[in-house]
C-alpha cells in the first residue's frame, strides 16, 4: 500500500509509478532494463544551505591576499576584502565574520574546488537551475529538484512529513520569480515529490494549522462530516478508480499532517527563548533552527536558503564588502548552532549538512578568463574611490566553496585548490555540479545513475547519469 | 518459491557489474551505439543473425559474444582483431579503428552497460503516414459510426457494451467536456425534465455554439500544447513571445485546424510566439536552441512524434534520426545550421527536410519565409494523415479520458482501434478540420455517452482495451472555476492580453464570469497541476497529490474564497434554512439534490441557524467530495 516502501539497497526493478503526474509519454517509471545497485546511505536527513545570489568564495572559506580599504588602490590588485582568520582545523583558514563555523569545521569538510559551468553569459536564476537540477535549462522536459529526486527514491523518512521542504525562498512578489519556480518544483515526479515551501520559517506552522480563523474543533468537525458525506457518496464502483482511491487516500495523507504531533516541528515559538535567539539572526538563521526542529521530526530532504532576490543579500553587484559583513553575520551563528546541535542530539552522523551557492565572485572577471559574459558591475572603478567599489562584484565560476557536514563524510577535511593569484581557477580536484550531486545522493544512498523512464527515455539523477560521487570526501571506503 | 529466489540469487552474481561504481566514460548511447551500428548492426541484428549470433539487446550478446568485465576474454574483441581471414569481423570492408576497439574493450570491461529497453530489433507496428478510409462495418445501419466501430471492436472481444450514462450525469459531463464549466440550475432544470428524443445532441450543439465558453475553456488546452502563458520564464530578457490575442480569437472564431496550425508554422507576427520558443540568456545545449526548440514542438505537438532523443542523436526509441530534428530546424533557421551529436559539431550542416519526406521536399535554399509556408502547407496537408490522426487522437483523449493511441504524444504506437482512429482523422478532414464538429460526433455516439468504467491501475498502452469511457480529473482550471461558480467569487478583470467578447445573450447570469483560463496562475491553480508552460504540456495529472490536498484543506486561497463564498450566499438568501442551502449547494455542485442521510450530515455542518463559518465548512466538505473533482 505504501508508495515510498522502496526497497533501498536492493536491486531496484519493474516499480510501479503510483501517484505521479502523467507527463506527455505517461507517468515517469522506474527503469528495470539496467538494474542499479543502490549504494548503501550513510544519511537520512539532507540539509541544503543555500547561498542565493553567489556567495564569492575569497570573502567567505577561501580567502586570498587580503586588500583593505584605502582610496586609489587599483582594482585589480584586490583579491579579498577581508583579513584570513584561523578555524579550529590548522589547514583550513576561513575569513573574517565566519569565526562559529571556523570552530566546528572539525565536524565538516570543505570543498574549495567547486567548479560550475560557465554559460556564456550570468543569469543567476539559470545557474541556480542547474545547480538544483542537475541540467542547464531550457530542457525538454520539467527537470525535478534535487530534494525531488531524494523524495522520489527514498520517499519520505518519516511518512507523516512532506520529504521535500522548502524554506526561505518567496515565490511570488519577487524578481526572477517565474525562473525561480522553474527548478523549485517536483518536474516530472508531480507534486507529490515537490517542494512543501515555506518561505517565512515564523510563519512555518500556519502551514500545518487549520486555515486561518478555524478553530481546532471546527476544522475536526468539519473533516468528521466531509467523511460521512464521503461515505454517503453515491460513487458505487467507481470507487475502486484509481483517481478516486488516490484522491481519497492523498486528503486521509493531509489530514493526517494537520493533526500528527509533527505538527509541532514546523512552529518555532514552541523553541525556548534563548535557543531561538541564538538562531536569530533573521529569516535565514531562523530556518536553520526550523530546519533543525524538521530533522529532530524526521524529514527527508530541506533546504534553507538566504533567499534569492536580484541584486540583494549575496548577489553584490556594489557595495558587496559592505554587503557581506552583513550576511556572514547572519549565517554564521546559526549554522555553528545548527551542526552542534545536531550533533548534541545525536543527528549529525545520519544528517548531511550542504553549504552551496551557484557560483563565486571575483572583483574583476566574469564568468571564467576568456568567457563571453557580459559585465555586470554596477559600481566598475579602475581604482577605489568609495566603499561601494569596495567587492567582488562580478560572477566568478571557475572554483567556489561549499561545505559538507555528518552524514557519513570526512571531518576536519580539505578538499580542492585554487590558484593563489588571479584568475582564481581550481589547480586540484575539480569537482562539477554532476559529482557534487553525486556525491549528495551517495550519502543518501541513490545511484547516481538511477533512472526514470520518461516519455520512453532514461532521464538520470545525475546528468546522463554520469555523476561521479568524491569518494574521498567520506569517512569510510 | 525456492526456485525463484535461487533465480534472482543468479541474477545477481551474473552482472556485479553494475553495482555502485558509476561508469567511467564510455557511454553507451554516444560511444558504442554508433560502433555497433557502422560495424555490426547489417548482419547481426533486427531480423538479420548470421552465425546465429543476435547482438539486438544486452542478453543477446551476452549469449555469444561477449563476457562482461573481461574484454580480452570477449569473442567480439577476438574477432574484431583478429588478422585470419575466416576469422575476422566484420569479414569485410573496413576493419574498426583502433580507437573504436578501445572503446569496446572498455565498454566490455566496465560490464557492459545498456541502454536501458534499448534494442537494435525495429519494432514491428509502423504508424501509416497516408490518411486511410476504413469501411463502416454496416454502412446501410442507422448506428453511429464511431459505435459501428466500437461495436465491433467489443463484439470481437467479447466485452460487454457499457451501460448509457443517465441524464444527470451526462449533463455534467458534458458541460465540462465541451465549455468547461458545470451547468447552472436553470440548465439542468431545463435539461433533466425534457423528453424530446434529441435532447442530448441539442444541448452539445448548444454548448459548442457558446462561443466564448468554447474558447474559454479550451484555450487551457492550447496554451498548454503551445507552450503560451501570460507569465513565465524567458520574457525577462525577452526570450519569449505570446500568442495569447491570437489564440483566443482562433478558438472564438473556431478557426479550422489546418488553417490554425499553418498560421503557427508559418506565421504573422501575432502567433510566431510559438515557432519562437523560449531563448535563454547564454549558451545553451546544441540540442535546445531554439531552431531545436522548433523542431521538438511541431513534432511533438502536431504529429505525437519525439524528436527531443533525435535532436541530440539518432533515436533508441523510434525511428527518428538526427537528420530528421535538424531537418525540420533548418526549416526555420536563419543561418546554416550545424548539426551537433551529443553537444559535439560534426562538421555537418542540416539541409532542410520534413519528417514525412514521402509527402515532399522543402527547398533549402529558398527564403526563410518560403520555407515555413511549404512547411505548413506539407504539415496540413489531406495527404498527411499523421497530422488529423494525431489531433483526433488528442481530442478523443480529452473527451474520453484515455487516447486511442496513449500516451497521447507517442503516435508512432498502435492504437487500440486502426478503423476508429482512422475513421475520425478522415471525418476531421472531411470536415474541413472543423474541431467543433469532431466534437459533436464524438459527444453525440454511445460511446461516449456510456457510463464511466473503474480502472483501478493503468496498464501499459499494449495491454490496454477499451471498454467505455474514463473518470477525468477536473483540471486546475475547471476545480478553480467552478468554486469561484459556486460561490460568486470570480475575479473581476481577465489577465490575458485578448479581445475578449461579452458573454452570448443565451449565458445564465451564473455563468457570466471571468475564467481561471483568463488569468494568472495563482498557487493554488499551479499547485493542482496548472503547468510553468516552460515545455509543452499535453495531458495534466490524473492524480490529487498529499500537497495538493493540504493546499486544499487548509491553504488561504481556498479557505478565503469558500468564506466570502459563504457571506455572499447568505447575502443572496439571507432567511434560507440550513436545509435549504445544502439543497442548494449540492444541486449546483453536484447536480442532484442531497440524500436524506447526506442532508442531515451536512445539516450539522451548517447548524440550525447558518452562519458564514458552517456555510464555509459545507462548501468546502462538497468540493472536496470526489464526485465533485472528478468527471464521471
Redesign the interface.
Known amino acids: 500500500m505504501n508508495n515510498y516502501n522502496l526497497s533501498r539497497r536492493d536491486f531496484l526493478r519493474g516499480m510501479s509509478a503510483a501517484s505521479l503526474a502523467t507527463i506527455a509519454g505517461g507517468p515517469p517509471r522506474l527503469l528495470s532494463a539496467e538494474p542499479v545497485k543502490h549504494p548503501a546511505a550513510t544519511a537520512d536527513t539532507c540539509i541544503l544551505l543555500w547561498m542565493a545570489g553567489g556567495m564569492a568564495a575569497p570573502d567567505t572559506f577561501d580567502p586570498k591576499r587580503y586588500q583593505p580599504f584605502e582610496v586609489g588602490v587599483p582594482v585589480e590588485k584586490i583579491l579579498s576584502t577581508f583579513p584570513t582568520i584561523d578555524t579550529v582545523v590548522d589547514n583550513i583558514k576561513f575569513t573574517e565574520g565566519l569565526e562559529n563555523i571556523g570552530k566546528v569545521i572539525d565536524r565538516g569538510a570543505l570543498i574549495r574546488s567547486h567548479v560550475v559551468a560557465d554559460l556564456g553569459n550570468i543569469l543567476h536564476s539559470r545557474h541556480q537551475y542547474h545547480w538544483h537540477t542537475g541540467y542547464v535549462p531550457p530542457q525538454t522536459v520539467a527537470c525535478p529538484h534535487i530534494g525531488s529526486w531524494i523524495a522520489r527514491v527514498r520517499g519520505p523518512n518519516n511518512p507523516v512529513l512532506p520529504p521535500f521542504i522548502n524554506i526561505g525562498q518567496r515565490l511570488e512578489g519577487n524578481g526572477e520569480q517565474e525562473e525561480l519556480k522553474a527548478f523549485t518544483t517536483g518536474g516530472f515526479f508531480g507534486t507529490e515529490f515537490g517542494p512543501f515551501n515555506l518561505p517565512f520559517p515564523t510563519d512555518a506552522a500556519d502551514a500545518v494549522r487549520p486555515p486561518k480563523g478555524m478553530t481546532p474543533e471546527r476544522f475536526k468537525e468539519r473533516q468528521a462530516k466531509y467523511q460521512e458525506l464521503l461515505k454517503r457518496s453515491p460513487v458505487g464502483e467507481l470507487a475502486s478508480d484509481h483517481h478516486h482511491e488516490s484522491m481519497v487516500r492523498s486528503i486521509d495523507n493531509a489530514y493526517r499532517l494537520l493533526n500528527a504531533k509533527e505538527r509541532d516541528s514546523f512552529d518555532l515559538s514552541k523553541e525556548p527563548k534563548e535557543v531561538f535567539d541564538k538562531y536569530n539572526t533573521g529569516r535565514f538563521g531562523l530556518g536553520c533552527l526550523l530546519a533543525r526542529r524538521l530533522t529532530e521530526a524526521g524529514a527527508r530532504f530541506i533546504e534553507v536558503t538566504t533567499e534569492y532576490v536580484p541584486f540583494l543579500h549575496w548577489d553584490t553587484h556594489e557595495n558587496g564588502h559592505t554587503t557581506y559583513a552583513r550576511m556572514k553575520k547572519e549565517i554564521d551563528r546559526p549554522i555553528a548552532q545548527l551542526i552542534l546541535d545536531l550533533e548534541q542530539r545525536g543527528l549529525l552522523d545520519r544528517t548531511l549538512v550542504v553549504l552551496a551557492t551557484e557560483f563565486s565572485r571575483d572583483m574583476m572577471i566574469e564568468g571564467i578568463p576568456g568567457s563571453t559574459a557580459r559585465d555586470q558591475s554596477r559600481a566598475p572603478a579602475q581604482k577605489l574611490g568609495e566603499m561601494k567599489h569596495y567587492g567582488l562584484h562580478r560572477h566568478f565560476t571557475g572554483s567556489g566553496s561549499v561545505l559538507m557536514f555528518g552524514g557519513g563524510t570526512k571531518k576536519g577535511f580539505l578538499y580542492g585548490e585554487t590558484a593563489a593569484e588571479r584568475p582564481l581557477l581550481t589547480t586540484k580536484n575539480p569537482v562539477s555540479i554532476k559529482d557534487l550531486h553525486a556525491t549528495i545522493f551517495q550519502a543518501m544512498g541513490i545511484h547516481a545513475r538511477t533512472a526514470f523512464d520518461v516519455e520512453k527515455r532514461p532521464f538520470y539523477a545525475t546528468e546522463d547519469g554520469k555523476g561521479v560521487p568524491v569518494k574521498e570526501l567520506f569517512a569510510k571506503g | 518459491m525456492p526456485v525463484r529466489l535461487l533465480v534472482i540469487f543468479a541474477?545477481?552474481i551474473a552482472?556485479p557489474v553494475?553495482?555502485?561504481d558509476?561508469?567511467?566514460g564510455v557511454?553507451f548511447a554516444?560511444d558504442v551505439v554508433p560502433i555497433l551500428k557502422t560495424h555490426c548492426a547489417k548482419c547481426h541484428t533486427n531480423g538479420t543473425y548470421k552465425g546465429s549470433l543476435s547482438m539486438d539487446t544486452?542478453a543477446d550478446v551476452l549469449k555469444k559474444a561477449m563476457v562482461p568485465g573481461k574484454a580480452a576474454m570477449s569473442a567480439m574483441i577476438k574477432r574484431v582483431t583478429s588478422t585470419d581471414a575466416d576469422e575476422r569481423m566484420p569479414p569485410e570492408g573496413k576493419r574498426l579503428t583502433e580507437k573504436e576497439v578501445q572503446v569496446l574493450m572498455k565498454w566490455i570491461d566496465e560490464g557492459v552497460?545498456?541502454?536501458?529497453?534499448?534494442s537494435f530489433k525495429a519494432k514491428t507496428y509502423i504508424a501509416s503516414v497516408k490518411p486511410r478510409r476504413p469501411k463502416l462495418p454496416h454502412p446501410n445501419e442507422p448506428v453511429h459510426p464511431i459505435d459501428q466501430f466500437v461495436d465491433a471492436y467489443f463484439a470481437d472481444r467479447k466485452i460487454t457494451t457499457p451501460a448509457r450514462l443517465e441524464d444527470d450525469a451526462f449533463v455534467r459531463r458534458v458541460y465540462l467536456d465541451l465549455i468547461g464549466v458545470l451547468p447552472t440550475q436553470s440548465e439542468l432544470s431545463a435539461f433533466l425534465p425534457d423528453s424530446a428524443p434529441g435532447k442530448r445532441d441539442n444541448l452539445i450543439r448548444r454548448l459548442l455554439d457558446d462561443k466564448r465558453a468554447y474558447a474559454d475553456h479550451w484555450l487551457a488546452l492550447w496554451n498548454d500544447l503551445l507552450r503560451n502563458e501570460y507569465?513565465?520564464?524567458g520574457?525577462?530578457?525577452g526570450g519569449r513571445k505570446q500568442i495569447t490575442a491570437w489564440l483566443y480569437k482562433s478558438l472564438l472564431d473556431n478557426k479550422p485546424y489546418d488553417v490554425f496550425v499553418r498560421e503557427l508554422v508559418s506565421p504573422t507576427p501575432d502567433s510566431e510566439g510559438f515557432v519562437k520558443g523560449?531563448k535563454?540568456?547564454?549558451?545553451?545545449?546544441a540540442s535546445?536552441v531554439v531552431e531545436l526548440?522548433f523542431a521538438?514542438n511541431i513534432g511533438?505537438v502536431f504529429f505525437g512524434a519525439?524528436l527531443?532523443?533525435a535532436?541530440c542523436h539518432d533515436s533508441?526509441?523510434d525511428h527518428w534520426k538526427l537528420d530528421d530534428a535538424y531537418g525540420l530546424a533548418a526549416v526555420i533557421a536563419d543561418k546554416p545550421l550545424a548539426i551537433h551529436r551529443c553537444d559535439k559539431p560534426t562538421g555537418k550542416t542540416a539541409a532542410t527536410k520534413f519528417l514525412f519526406p514521402e509527402l515532399g521536399t522543402i527547398d533549402p535554399n529558398a527564403a526563410k519565409a518560403k520555407r515555413l509556408e511549404r512547411l505548413a502547407e506539407l504539415t496540413t496537408s489531406p495527404e498527411n494523415g499523421r497530422f488529423a490522426r494525431t489531433i483526433a487522437n488528442r481530442i478523443w483523449h480529452r473527451l474520453m479520458g484515455h487516447g486511442l493511441v496513449?500516451?497521447?504524444?507517442?503516435m508512432g504506437d498502435k492504437p487500440w482501434s486502426d478503423d476508429l482512429l482512422d475513421y475520425l482523422a478522415t471525418y476531421l478532414v472531411d470536415n474541413k478540420y472543423d474541431l467543433k464538429k469532431l466534437m459533436e460526433h464524438i459527444t453525440t455516439s454511445a460511446a461516449y455517452q456510456s457510463k464511466?468504467v473503474?480502472?483501478?491501475?493503468?496498464v501499459p498502452?499494449d495491454e490496454y482495451v477499451f471498454r467505455g469511457p474514463?473518470?477525468?480529473?477536473l483540471t486546475a482550471e475547471q476545480f478553480v472555476d467552478a468554486v469561484w461558480m459556486l460561490t460568486g467569487t470570480a475575479p473581476a478583470k481577465p489577465q490575458a492580453a485578448a479581445a475578449i467578447p461579452p458573454f452570448g445573450g443565451a449565458t445564465p447570469k451564473e455563468r457570466q464570469f471571468v475564467r481561471a483560463t483568463l488569468v494568472d496562475a495563482d498557487?493554488l491553480m499551479?499547485?493542482l497541476?496548472r503547468?510553468?508552460r516552460?515545455?509543452?504540456?499535453?495531458?495534466?495529472?490524473?492524480?490529487?497529490?498529499?500537497?495538493?490536498?493540504?493546499d486544499?484543506?487548509?491553504?488561504?486561497i481556498l479557505?478565503a474564497t469558500l468564506?466570502r463564498g459563504a457571506e455572499n450566499l447568505l447575502k443572496a438568501s439571507p432567511k434560507a434554512s440550513a436545509d435549504e442551502l445544502v439543497e442548494h449547494v449540492f444541486i449546483r455542485a453536484l447536480g442532484r439534490k442531497p440524500?436524506a442521510?447526506?442532508l442531515v450530515?451536512?445539516h450539522?455542518?451548517v447548524g440550525e441557524k447558518p452562519t458564514t463559518?458552517g456555510v464555509a465548512?459545507l462548501l468546502?466538505?462538497?468540493v472536496?467530495?470526489?464526485?465533485f473533482?472528478?468527471v464521471?
Open positions: 541474477a545477481t552482472f553494475v553495482a555502485a558509476p561508469p567511467k557511454d554516444h544486452r552497460t545498456w541502454e536501458p529497453g534499448f507569465k513565465g520564464t520574457y525577462i530578457d523560449i535563454w540568456r547564454g549558451e545553451v545545449n535546445q526548440q521538438q511533438q519525439n527531443k532523443c535532436s533508441f526509441i496513449h500516451p497521447v504524444d507517442l464511466a473503474a480502472i483501478a491501475k493503468e498502452n474514463e473518470i477525468k480529473r498557487p499551479r499547485s497541476g503547468p510553468n516552460e515545455q509543452v504540456v499535453t495531458v495534466r495529472p490524473e492524480q490529487l497529490s498529499t500537497l495538493q490536498a493540504l486544499l484543506a487548509n491553504g488561504q479557505a468564506t440524500a442521510d447526506e450530515a451536512a450539522g455542518l463559518d465548512d468546502w466538505s462538497v472536496m467530495l470526489p464526485e473533482q472528478l464521471r
